[in-house]
């Protein structure tokens, strides 16, 4: 029976970022294995990739707004550290318009909400914003400039992920993990392989491995778009309470997100794909111009409150899923949180509000 000091469940971006984050602290590679069936797919593969602790601020999620700013800080020093790595990392300020004047009102009392928090938000005239951003219409009523939300590529961030740990000698084990194994209130490994440390990392799979952990899917439709750039920066819009993110990336694509549905469609719903693209072109008209590259679907791992399990369970199994719409903004703090549980079982960071049981009956 295989045996490994760090056993990490999912190889999404939380595992992914874990695992590079422990190999930061100088854990040997050898001793780290990720147990993954598809390694870098699941919800990673049709994420925005939004570094936004500012624009993602949503009501009555106050606790994660500290966690949101600081894990977009440690953004910086972690891709340092993926050594001549092509991720997608673009820092251009965000804009986030209003379509109408309903809108603009709902901007405005966001904008004061996010400054009664301390973000860093300011306000554009219309004709300020379309100097910097010429593809924007003429038409909407009302802008706001975000200069600490930033962009990644999540494709190729967990590709390069991936590939830097198998290259410094990271297990990759291509199974499904089916069931943890305990020994009283110590987890010691998963299916056939032993572990002195024991990560879950695998989004709304974790439910399946016998955890009490109230996980739901919640779908996303996104589309990729091909053509010539409308915009050089993320537009976020509202249009008629709409939210809608037009993504200009690195690699030539154009992202256009995202829908939030909990039902039965498992693949991209025809009303999602509609809206999206009718209030993408009514924000930068030139989409219209662009060509469809695919349309995508992908099921965000949501807990009852929308905030983060994070936490250990029992002596030493680390949890660390439920990110929801954040995980790849929270990828960073998940990762840093997680090392500091899994080699000094304590952390800095006040992860109260993720405590991965406070939904058990």
């Given at each position: 029976m295989?045996?490994?000091?760090?056993?990490?469940?999912?190889?999404?971006?939380?595992?992914?970022?874990?695992?590079?984050?422990?190999?930061?602290?100088?854990?040997?590679?050898?001793?780290i294995?990720?147990?993954?069936?598809?390694?870098?797919?699941?919800?990673?593969n049709?994420?925005?990739?939004?570094?936004?602790?500012?624009?993602?601020?949503?009501?009555?999620?106050?606790?994660?707004?500290p966690?949101?700013?600081?894990?977009?800080?440690?953004?910086?020093?972690?891709?340092?550290?993926?050594p001549?790595?092509?991720?997608?990392?673009?820092t251009?300020?965000?804009?986030?318009?209003?379509?109408?004047?309903?809108?603009?009102?709902?901007?405005?009392?966001?904008?004061?909400?996010q400054?009664a928090?301390?973000?860093?938000?300011?306000?554009?005239?219309l004709?300020?914003?379309?100097?910097q951003?010429?593809?924007?219409?003429?038409?909407?009523?009302?802008?706001?400039?975000?200069?600490?939300?930033?962009?990644?590529?999540?494709?190729?961030?967990?590709?390069?992920?991936?590939?830097?740990?198998?290259?410094?000698g990271?297990?990759?084990?291509?199974?499904?993990?089916?069931?943890?194994?305990?020994?009283?209130?110590?987890?010691?490994?998963?299916?056939?392989?032993?572990?002195?440390?024991?990560?879950?990392?695998?989004?709304?799979?974790?439910s399946?491995?016998?955890?009490p952990l109230?996980?739901?899917?919640?779908?996303?439709?996104?589309?990729?778009?091909?053509?010539?750039?409308?915009?050089?920066?993320?537009?976020?819009?509202?249009?008629?309470?709409?939210?809608?993110?037009?993504?200009?990336?690195?690699?030539?694509?154009?992202?256009?997100?995202a829908?939030?549905?909990?039902?039965?469609?498992v693949?991209?719903?025809?009303?999602?794909?509609y809206?999206?693209?009718?209030?993408?072109?009514?924000?930068?008209?030139?989409?219209?111009?662009?060509?469809?590259?695919?349309?995508?679907?992908?099921n965000?791992?949501?807990?009852p409150?929308?905030?983060?399990?994070?936490?250990?369970?029992?002596?030493?199994?680390?949890?660390?899923?439920?990110?929801?719409?954040?995980?790849?903004?929270?990828?960073a703090?998940?990762?840093r949180?997680?090392?500091d549980?899994?080699?000094e079982?304590e952390?800095?960071?006040?992860?109260?509000?993720?405590?991965p049981?406070?939904?058990?009956?």
């Amino acid at each position: 029976m295989k045996s490994f000091a760090h056993l990490i469940v999912g190889a999404g971006i939380i595992g992914l970022t874990t695992a590079f984050e422990l190999t930061r602290r100088g854990v040997d590679p050898r001793q780290i294995a990720l147990i993954d069936p598809a390694p870098a797919s699941g919800a990673t593969n049709v994420a925005g990739g939004m570094l936004a602790p500012a624009a993602e601020v949503q009501y009555r999620q106050e606790p994660l707004y500290p966690l949101m700013l600081e894990s977009a800080a440690l953004y910086p020093a972690l891709i340092a550290d993926l050594p001549d790595a092509e991720v997608g990392y673009r820092t251009e300020s965000t804009f986030v318009v209003a379509a109408d004047r309903a809108d603009a009102t709902h901007l405005r009392e966001l904008t004061e909400h996010q400054h009664a928090h301390g973000m860093d938000v300011d306000r554009l005239t219309l004709r300020q914003a379309r100097a910097q951003e010429p593809g924007l219409s003429p038409q909407l009523a009302g802008v706001v400039e975000i200069p600490g939300d930033h962009q990644v590529n999540p494709r190729m961030f967990a590709a390069a992920l991936l590939r830097e740990l198998q290259s410094r000698g990271v297990t990759l084990v291509r199974e499904k993990a089916h069931a943890l194994r305990w020994e009283g209130d110590r987890c010691v490994g998963v299916d056939t392989l032993r572990g002195d440390t024991v990560y879950v990392c695998n989004g709304l799979g974790a439910s399946a491995l016998g955890l009490p952990l109230n996980l739901r899917p919640v779908r996303g439709d996104m589309l990729r778009l091909a053509g010539r750039m409308p915009v050089g920066r993320v537009v976020r819009a509202f249009v008629e309470d709409r939210p809608v993110y037009i993504i200009p990336r690195t690699d030539g694509t154009i992202a256009v997100g995202a829908t939030s549905r909990e039902d039965a469609r498992v693949r991209p719903a025809v009303d999602g794909v509609y809206t999206l693209l009718r209030d993408a072109i009514r924000v930068v008209p030139a989409i219209e111009d662009c060509e469809l590259v695919e349309a995508l679907v992908g099921n965000r791992p949501g807990t009852p409150d929308d905030l983060p399990y994070l936490g250990l369970r029992g002596e030493n199994l680390v949890v660390s899923t439920g990110y929801f719409r954040h995980g790849i903004l929270l990828a960073a703090l998940g990762a840093r949180v997680g090392a500091d549980l899994g080699l000094e079982r304590e952390t800095a960071v006040d992860i109260s509000a993720c405590d991965p049981a406070r939904h058990e009956l």
